[in-house]
């Protein structure tokens, strides 16, 4: 059974720019989840997403947002980039079936200049 | 919000050595998770409790759910090198479902040859 694929594993942007990340969840699974990594604030949840409904969202401003497809495919966007959005960005996927257990992929690391 | 106090932030053992590390929060948790992160990678799921007073184990790996709720344990037997890395504890937030996690910031483990 394939993993969490997260696409691409390394970007490097300019402040003001925009970007897209993917991520492919575990077949069967319904639910993904963004995780964003830093240093200094360790691993903060940004958002959930089941059926391509939002579920839940972390504490993040509007340029950070997301969406699911029918095939639980989903992306994350974050628009107008700022310095301090350089962070490994973490896909996890689970059931979203009463099992928390969820199931990270590799991450995007994201710079930017 | 909830917070996961991960304590030690740092371990530096002989290989061999048996390590205890633990998680601790104000607010109770109906689930347990512990990883493990490698450098450049996305974290690993090692054990899920989900009762009160569980004890969980894998392989060299035992892990403990407080008889409180606020707390739990993770043993290493014997470390072996390839136990280096980041061990983070983590608890959905608002106790059950999946709606986020939140993770503790991690104990680094070191092994010494």
């Known amino acids: 059974k394939a993993g969490v694929t997260q696409t691409p594993r390394y970007l490097i942007k300019t402040r003001g720019q925009q970007v897209t990340l993917s991520c492919s969840p575990i077949?069967?699974?319904?639910?993904v989840s963004w995780y964003q990594q830093t240093p200094g604030q360790g691993l903060q949840f940004l958002f959930e997403?089941?059926?391509?409904?939002?579920?839940n969202k972390g504490n993040f401003p509007g340029r950070f947002s997301g969406r699911q497809f029918s095939n639980s495919r989903s992306e994350m966007n974050v628009s107008t980039l700022e310095l301090g959005d350089s962070a490994l960005y973490l896909c996890?996927?689970?059931?979203?079936?009463?099992?928390?257990?969820?199931?990270f992929g590799q991450g995007t690391r994201l710079t930017v200049v | 919000g909830q917070q996961l106090n991960q304590s030690p932030q740092s371990m530096f053992i002989q290989e061999g050595e048996d390590v205890s590390m633990n998680c601790t929060s104000s607010s109770i948790f109906n689930t347990w998770l512990w990883y493990k992160q490698d450098p450049g990678e996305g974290p690993v799921l090692l054990i899920a409790l989900y009762k009160a007073g569980e004890l969980t184990s894998n392989g060299r790996l035992t892990a403990q759910f407080g008889i409180t709720r606020k707390d739990s344990f993770l043993n290493i037997s014997a470390s072996i090198p390839s136990d280096v890395g980041i061990y983070f504890c983590a608890g959905p937030h608002s106790g059950g479902g999946a709606d986020g996690l939140t993770f503790g910031k991690g104990t680094h483990l070191i092994i010494q040859p």
């Open positions: 997403y089941f059926s391509e409904t939002q579920r």
């Open positions: 077949s069967g699974h319904r639910s």
């Open positions: 996890a996927s689970s059931s979203g079936q009463g099992r928390t257990e969820a199931f």
